[in-house]
């Protein structure tokens, strides 16, 4: 069975900085699309980032492009989003889980339906 554990949330003030860590056990990272998905409080949840596979090809929403970077340790099977200038519209749940792979790259939706790990709460506020 897949397990994710998300790490590194915590509370920063607009314009702040924050890396989240997504350490994977019981499957192998680099075989796999891997995204970073966030869920604010009575909103859906929508795709971050993803990065693919083998080639490295990101990809990322709108509302984060040039402020978050996502990467990927194949040796330590940890992948990685570096946030900053965070906005209190970043503020929420942030998952990682395997993503819908595409040629080339990847897609921001999840390749499980029904997998998600316990989240890491990032809150962006003054």
């Known amino acids: 069975q897949l397990q994710t554990v998300e790490s590194g949330g915590g509370l920063v003030q607009p314009g702040g900085s924050l890396t989240l860590s997504c350490a994977a056990s019981k499957f192998t990272l680099k075989y796999f699309a891997v995204g970073w998905f966030r869920q604010a409080p009575g909103k859906e949840r929508e795709g971050v980032s993803c990065?693919?596979?083998?080639?490295?090809?990101?990809n990322y929403a709108d509302s984060v492009k040039g402020r978050f970077t996502i990467s990927k340790d194949n040796a330590k099977n940890t992948v990685y989003l570096q946030m900053s200038s965070l906005k209190p519209e970043d503020t929420g749940v942030y998952y990682c889980t395997p993503a819908m792979p595409a040629q080339p790259g990847c897609l921001m939706s999840p390749y499980f339906d029904d997998y998600w790990g316990q989240g890491t709460q990032v809150t962006v506020s003054s």
């Open positions: 990065i693919s596979s083998s080639s490295g090809i990101t």
